[in-house]
């Protein structure tokens, strides 16, 4: 049974930076695509970032590009997000999900087979 824990969420003004860590267990680590997502109130849950199996890889969503940076750490068997020049727009639950069985010729991953229950990241004005 894979699974995923999230941490370093909470609360910081805008201007500020946050590091996300992505857990893994259960699974070969390596063999995942690891993705970060997020989900604002009322809205719906949107691509931030993804890391390729061997790190060669990285591709961020237009709205993170320059301030977000997806990272993986194998033998931790953890990803991350280090978020810099945060925005209130930033705010939402942040979700970690891992692709075990995309090729290569798939990039950016579309689909991720397991996911985080998730870390609140509030960005206040």
């Known amino acids: 049974q894979v699974q995923l824990v999230e941490s370093g969420g909470g609360l910081v003004q805008a201007g500020g930076s946050l590091r996300l860590s992505c857990a893994t267990s259960g699974g070969t680590f390596s063999g995942y695509r690891m993705g970060w997502f997020r989900q604002a109130p009322g809205e719906e849950r949107e691509f931030v970032a993804a890391?390729?199996?061997?790190?060669?890889?990285?591709y961020y969503a237009d709205s993170v590009k320059g301030r977000f940076t997806i990272d993986r750490d194998t033998a931790k068997k953890t990803a991350s997000l280090q978020m810099i020049s945060l925005k209130p727009e930033d705010t939402g639950v942040y979700y970690c999900?891992?692709?075990?069985?995309?090729?290569?010729?798939?990039?950016?991953?579309?689909?991720?087979?397991?996911w985080g229950q998730g870390t609140q990241v509030t960005v206040s004005s």
């Open positions: 999900a891992a692709d075990p069985s995309g090729g290569s010729d798939d990039w950016p991953p579309k689909q991720y087979e397991y």
């Open positions: 890391i390729s199996r061997l790190g060669a890889r990285r």
